[in-house]
């Protein structure tokens, strides 16, 4: 198994995620988890942004594709986190405002990107 990693985005042109591997999209989704995650935001793409008030793809939350089949997912909370380039420096915790630069799980649904916390008590 390869140690690559995969990269998705937000695909503004299509409504949903786009999911590159080694620098090729491979595939357009609305559901996708994620492992061993880490929120990577290149700082010129950022900048560019601002300047140019226009949006490019600088954002991507980094893991490895997990086959949802595999997770119950009624074992997490889902805490929702967005990054807005105009506004944010990082990915935040909506709840908290709290940076967060990486996590164990990740699911992106319906446009939308959360941290998969394991409930307690369980």
Known sequence: MSKARYYIYRNLHKNMFSIKYKQKVIDRNNFQVMKDVIFVISKKGQDRVR????????????????????????????????????????????????????????????????????KENI
């Open 51 to 118: 300047l140019e008030k226009r949006k490019n793809v600088h954002a991507t939350v980094s893991g490895f594709l997990v086959d949802s089949d595999d997770i119950d997912m009624t074992k997490y909370d889902l805490v929702e986190l967005y990054y807005n380039p105009y506004t944010t420096d990082n990915f935040i915790i909506k709840e908290t405002g709290k940076a967060i630069t990486k996590t164990d799980y990740v699911l992106a649904k319906d446009n939308r990107i959360f941290d998969m916390r394991l």
